[in-house]
């Protein structure tokens, strides 16, 4: 009689090497419903011509001393450090940090914003693409993150996030599971995610689709205020800013 056998590990990063030494690796997200995503990891290495117009406005209006939060592959620090700007990369995944090395990333920090080493200047600028505003997790969460934030910013500094609206899907699989969410006192879009690679997974995490009202609820009596929202459908490119 077989049996699933998972590893837990560092699966995204697995993938993300397995791109960067031989190519057509995939990106393989399973959420707590059983509904399983898939989509090629390429798009982590993407040259900044191929990537989507709301993260070329996002990289265009990043000033100063950027903080890369969730750096994937490296893509967005690579293109800055093209420009001559100052950037450092963020992620937590230990396969990812080596692949964003071996790419040429500078600067880099292996975990979260809460594991930044003390800096000796505060960064102008936070990137969150991808759709990175997910990381914020949840309500809870989110306040801590915005708290930790405002710790390591100037200032004026700006925070340049991408999400996705859940509530604008037209997948009644997804508005099935928002609306359970609901129903067991979570936030609709907030997923429990893991990631796949063969028998490989990293542990649960959660990922918050936040609406632009959620966004709005989040900030308020924090350090940020909501700025300009710009949108794609139903993904967006939210600007926050010192209070």
Not at 44 to 68: C, H, M, N, Q, T
Not at 217 to 235: F, M, P, S, Y
Request: proline content about 4%; charged content about 20%; hydrophobic content about 40%.
């Amino acid at each position: 009689m077989m049996t699933d056998r998972v590893e837990i590990g560092d699966a995204f990063g697995t993938a993300l090497l397995e791109e960067l030494e031989h190519g057509n690796a995939f990106e393989v997200a399973e959420r707590d419903d059983g509904f399983v995503g898939v989509h090629p990891i390429a798009r982590y290495f993407a040259e900044y011509s191929d990537w989507p117009e709301l993260e070329k406005v996002a990289i265009d209006s990043a000033s100063g001393r950027v903080l890369d939060l969730g750096a994937g592959a490296g893509r967005a620090t690579l293109t800055l450090q093209q420009r001559n700007q100052s950037v450092l990369a963020v992620y937590n995944s230990p396969l990812a940090v080596q692949v964003c090395r071996r790419r040429g990333v500078q600067n880099i920090v292996l975990g979260t914003i809460f594991d930044l080493p003390p800096q000796q200047e505060t960064f102008d600028s936070v990137l969150m693409l991808g759709g990175n505003l997910g990381f914020l997790q949840g309500p809870s969460t989110a306040r801590a993150f915005l708290i930790a934030a405002a710790s390591v910013t100037s200032p004026s500094a700006r925070i340049f996030g991408i999400s996705t609206d859940p509530y604008l899907s037209l997948n009644p699989t997804h508005l099935a599971y928002y609306k359970r969410n609901f129903e067991s006192g979570r936030v609709g879009g907030q997923m429990r995610l893991r990631i796949r690679h063969g028998i490989r997974a990293t542990v649960w995490f959660d990922l918050w689709l936040l609406s632009v009202p959620d966004l709005q609820q989040v900030v308020a009596n924090t350090d940020w205020n909501l700025g300009a929202v710009q949108r794609d459908g139903a993904r967006y490119l939210a600007t926050l800013t010192r209070c």
